[in-house]
């Protein structure tokens, strides 16, 4: 059992199922042969033989040896409510991989918002692995990796991974091409430096413009023509 429910896909749970194969399901365990996918694609996949309202953590990649494993091998779970959180972790601990390695790795539930965090401590094998979440049809879904593809995702160390739920945070940042930059004047002259401002931002926004300096600074837009103070709107890049 959950100890507070927790909101998945839109639909409230108060227990939740951990299987042997890295995926942790919010329906009846028992009635998948889920040890590996058997969909194309994995996730979103409605195969009936395959779970669905699940969190797949290093799905196809575990595999469970009762009388071989390491001695402190287990899952453990955890409701951390310190510092504000109101998170349910749980934890795949030493847990051997198709090579007989371990590997260590956590799913936190986020009880208050919904958002779902997965995070590598130890990762050592990860062909065949699948990642993602998946709602309780699978008709929807978001597939991170699969059999290491795409190549940008593939699983390391130290590795945490969100899916948040709702609209995504508002990031308001821009980026200056060259980050710094000198020249040598003399006196009396003029030094030019051409910047590129470009927005990292997640939504259109203009930019004030101001040069802080001991010596008379002025900002003219690219044709050198036009004395600026701002400028935007910018899309994100």
Avoid: K, M
Wanted: aromatic letters at 12%; glycine letters at 6%; one cysteine or more.
């Amino acid at each position: 059992p959950l100890p507070e429910p927790f909101t998945y896909y839109n639909v409230t749970y108060d227990h939740l199922w951990v299987n042997d194969h890295g995926a942790i399901l919010f329906g009846d365990d028992n009635i998948y042969n889920d040890s590996s996918p058997s969909g194309i694609p994995p996730i979103p996949n409605s195969t009936l033989s395959d779970p669905n309202a699940a969190i797949y953590l290093a799905w196809g990649n575990l595999f469970w040896h009762p009388t071989a494993q390491h001695p402190d091998s287990a899952v453990y779970t955890y409701h951390d409510t310190s510092s504000g959180r109101n998170w349910f972790v749980v934890q795949y601990h030493l847990y051997e991989n198709l090579l007989g390695e371990q590997d260590t790795f956590q799913a936190i539930l986020d009880l208050d918002s919904g958002d779902v965090t997965v995070q590598y401590q130890v990762i050592s094998y990860h062909n065949f692995t699948v990642v993602g979440i998946e709602n309780q049809t699978g008709l929807e879904g978001v597939l991170y990796i699969n059999d290491q593809q795409p190549p940008q995702n593939i699983l390391h160390n130290e590795l945490a991974v969100r899916f948040g739920v709702g609209d995504p945070d508002t990031v308001l940042e821009v980026a200056l091409d060259p980050a710094t930059a000198s020249q040598t004047g003399i006196p009396g002259g003029q030094v030019d430096y051409l910047l590129t401002l470009t927005s990292t931002s997640s939504i259109n926004d203009s930019y004030n413009l101001e040069a802080v300096s001991n010596w008379p600074t002025t900002i003219w837009d690219a044709t050198f023509t036009n004395q600026i103070s701002q400028i935007g709107p910018l899309s994100p890049c």
